[in-house]
């Protein structure tokens, strides 16, 4: 694509963690738009959707949190994007916590017949109002895009599911609810494990994974927590979880999308500046992004 649009989501409404609204904010500080500029011919930024400052709320039937909310901030967003891919731009989301992804996929997916997803996290994020340890939204954008969960966030945008379970992988998995790991084996999704990637390397995860999506898809999203990655390398996140996919590992997976070009949109998510080291996991963010978009070391 020759336009690429940046949308920053600083939403931190999903979870409890303050400071996960700055992360589109730390990201562009670490340098996006100069480290992309070689790879587009045109950038837009187009600022951040409003989130304001409000109170948190707890529905009063599902008990989750910031319900309300969530849907209404998160149907700006699908406009957005939905504006954005009309216009032949590929969408780059900035978040924010990972419950940006229910808008950002309303927006994607009606633009395709079978949207794949590539969803790279330490967390299935595929729990509903009745699986949810916490009632925390961000741990359900997953579920709700393949509609499962409170209506209110599947049938945003008026339509269900967003994509179909054997059109997603995960890949990085490591925390998973009992729920989640039911409903995995329910749904058949194919999921890299920490123990997949150890086992079998990089560089077979993806390409098995590009096979499979290549194969019955005409379009993949990208979602991208940055608590994918090990701790160690982007300790900046709410909920981190040791044992994850490294710097070099990342870097190699994002090469490898890069030339698949099946990649359609993305969004970096769980940046937060705030558990961070000097702005550490920003530029990892940024970093990554130049090795989907093609930066290559020769």
Excluded: C
């Excluded at 500080?29 to 187009?46: R, S, T, V």
């Excluded at 700006?76 to 731009?89: C, F, H, P, Y």
């Excluded at 030339?259 to 990892?284: C, G, H, M, W, Y």
């Amino acid at each position: 694509m020759k336009k690429l649009s940046i949308i920053g989501m600083p939403m931190d409404l999903g979870q409890l963690r303050r400071g996960v609204d700055m992360g589109p904010s730390a990201i562009r500080y670490a340098g996006i738009n100069e480290k992309l500029e070689g790879f587009f011919e045109e950038i837009h930024d187009l600022g951040d959707i409003a989130i304001g400052r409000p109170k948190v709320a707890i529905d009063p039937d599902s008990k989750l949190r910031n319900l309300e909310l969530i849907v209404e901030k998160s149907e700006r967003l699908a406009d957005k994007v939905d504006e954005v891919i009309k216009e032949g731009s590929f969408p780059l989301v900035l978040g924010g916590d990972h419950s940006i992804a229910i808008g950002t996929l309303t927006g994607v997916s009606k633009h395709y017949i079978n949207l794949g997803v590539i969803w790279y996290d330490a967390h299935g994020d595929l729990n509903t109002a009745e699986t949810s340890p916490s009632g925390n939204i961000h741990g359900m954008p997953l579920a709700a895009s393949l509609g499962l969960g409170h209506r209110s966030l599947t049938e945003l945008g008026g339509y269900s599911p967003k994509v179909k379970p054997e059109n997603v992988v995960i890949i990085g998995a490591r925390s998973l609810d009992e729920g989640e790991r039911k409903l995995i084996k329910e749904k058949g999704i194919r999921v890299y494990t920490m123990h997949e990637i150890d086992r079998l390397g990089m560089t077979r995860v993806m390409e098995e994974t590009i096979a499979y999506l290549k194969e019955r898809t005409d379009g993949v999203h990208l979602s991208l927590d940055l608590d994918g990655l090990d701790p160690d390398d982007a300790p900046g996140v709410g909920t981190p979880v040791i044992g994850g996919i490294s710097y070099r590992e990342s870097h190699l997976a994002m090469e490898m999308l890069a030339e698949s070009q099946i990649i359609t949109s993305a969004e970096f998510v769980e940046v937060n500046p705030i558990l961070d080291e000097k702005n550490r996991t920003a530029i990892v963010a940024v970093e990554l992004m130049a090795s989907l978009f093609g930066e290559k070391l020769l």
